[in-house]
């Protein structure tokens, strides 16, 4: 279990400096193999953040439905993980869900008060909402 941990945390890594570095592409396979290894051995926080993060390159490339998958398992892995509340929120926002998104980011507040780009996302969300019924649509 310990060597699967390390070449979870080693895949992340890797993972992380192509996405830095713009090799979408590259990571999402490296963030793909991560989450198959961690998957099998139950590395939960390494699988979550696997998850969030290739949702995060699925988002990138407009892949709304294809990145809410990868951060609602992400959220079913670690409930208690709350970026990709914070990002599942996002994509709901951008497809004008409000309601949905608003659960989201009161929950990424719930679990972290201080995510002061949730508590952001959810003042224009009401905003936004607010306006949506003023125009009646």
Do not use: W
């Not at 193999?33 to 099998?40: E, M, Q």
């Amino acid at each position: 279990m310990e060597r699967a941990a390390a070449g979870a945390a080693e895949l992340l890594s890797e993972a992380a400096a192509a996405a830095a570095e713009g090799r979408l592409a590259a990571a999402e396979e490296l963030y793909s193999r991560c989450i198959a290894r961690c998957a099998g051995a139950g590395a939960g926080r390494d699988l979550a953040t696997a998850l969030n993060n290739r949702g995060q390159i699925k988002y990138l490339r407009v892949e709304f439905d294809a990145a809410m998958e990868d951060y609602t398992a992400a959220i079913e892995c670690q409930p208690g993980f709350e970026v990709p509340y914070y990002n599942r929120g996002l994509v709901l926002y951008r497809l004008g869900c409000f309601d949905e998104a608003m659960r989201d980011f009161r929950k990424v507040l719930e679990l972290n008060p201080q995510f002061e780009d949730a508590a952001s996302s959810l003042k224009q969300t009401i905003l936004d909402k607010e306006e949506k019924q003023k125009r009646g649509y």
